[in-house]
């Protein structure tokens, strides 16, 4: 198993700044893929950034320039840092971990971004 711990959302202005971070239980090198998918109110849930094996990360289109992943190996932890945050960034941000076949989700963390 591997469990989540996700921190850093929080109530931002448009065009501001914020880092979440997720903390896993097990080695981030036993982890296949970690990243992030967000959950607006009435949307589908949408991946917004992740690492594959080898290192590679992929952006959402909708915050490709914006975001920036990023990773701590000795504490198993993934950040993602949103910046020139809009109105429509506001979602629920979900963490999750592909381990050995099974795909483990953080508690998710509310991001609300004010126009």
């Known amino acids: 198993q591997v469990h989540l711990v996700e921190s850093g959302g929080g109530l931002v202005q448009a065009g501001g700044s914020l880092r979440l971070s997720c903390a896993a239980s097990?080695?981030?090198?036993?982890?296949?893929?970690m990243g992030w998918y967000r959950q607006a109110p009435g949307k589908q849930r949408e991946l917004v950034a992740h690492?594959?094996?080898?290192?590679?990360?992929n952006y959402a289109d909708s915050v490709k320039g914006r975001s920036t992943m990023s990773r701590d190996d000795a504490t198993s932890t993934v950040y993602l840092h949103l910046n020139s945050l809009k109105p429509e960034d506001t979602a629920v941000y979900y963490c999750?971990?592909?381990?050995?076949?099974?795909?483990?989700w953080g508690q998710g963390t509310q991001v609300t971004v004010s126009s």
């Open positions: 999750f971990a592909d381990f050995i076949g099974y795909r483990y």
């Open positions: 097990r080695t981030i090198f036993s982890i296949n893929a």
């Open positions: 690492y594959t094996s080898g290192r590679v990360i």
